[in-house]
């Protein structure tokens, strides 16, 4: 399964959660509903960083099990919720042995301090959550080779409050904005995708300010 050819418009996965729950420091629950209705789409096509991350997926696996002696495994299944066909999850690696999922990051020393500690970024915490959720996992693994230059690894256990919390609103924002074509409300964050979806606003704009 190439990750780069599936069609994101016709499910949540893991990456889209954080947004979906306002949480995100990259997605807003607007941009997101844009793309899954296809208003706006997000070529990520000769994004090096994009590139490179996934190059080197099999790198931080590797690197994972060499310093836990931890199993890892492909698996390029689809899992969904038993409930919810739309809500899906493509994790990394499967645990080998283990009740476990891994997933893997890169980043760059910009972002170190992000994982001091015992600290993960809240994104990636919701998507292992939500990964172990819909896989049916009790423990999630997960390690980011920063910088191109330091390795960290952590695990984090299912907490099934916290999951049951993302399927409800996974379920209202398909249900109620996706499916019925409903725009969320907008954030202080959506100036672009606001403009991106009504760019006759910025020509008014333009007019009214005499330019």
């Known amino acids: 399964m190439n990750k780069e050819h599936i069609d994101r418009t016709t499910f949540i996965g893991g990456s889209d959660i954080p947004a979906v729950l306002g949480l995100s420091r990259w ?9 899954k209705t296809g208003r706006l789409t997000k070529d990520l096509s000769g994004n090096e960083a994009v590139e490179l991350g996934e190059e080197l997926e099999e790198f931080v696996s590797r690197k994972f099990t060499k310093k836990t002696g931890i199993k890892l495994r492909r698996d390029e299944r689809g899992f969904r919720h ?19 999922v891994f997933e893997a990051k890169t980043c760059s020393a910009w972002k170190e301090k992000e994982w001091a500690g015992e600290d993960i970024p809240q994104e990636y915490v919701l998507q292992l959550m939500w990964y172990l959720g819909i896989v049916g ?30 399927v409800e609103k996974a379920r ?26 009504f ?13």
């Open 82 to 100: 038993p409930k919810y066909d739309y809500m899906l999850a493509h994790i990394d690696r499967m645990v080998v042995g283990e009740d476990a």
């Open 27 to 35: 997605e807003t629950p607007l941009s997101l509903w844009a793309q």
């Open 199 to 211: 760019p006759e606003s910025k020509r008014m704009t333009v007019f009214f300010n005499g330019q």
């Open 172 to 197: 209202e924002f398909w249900e109620e904005f996706v499916l019925k074509a409903e725009a969320p409300a907008a954030t202080g964050d959506d100036n672009e995708t606001l403009l991106a979806l």
């Open 137 to 166: 996992k009790r423990t999630g693994y997960i390690a980011v080779l920063i910088g191109g230059q330091k390795f960290v690894w952590k695990q984090i256990e299912f907490d099934a409050s916290l999951f049951a919390e993302m």
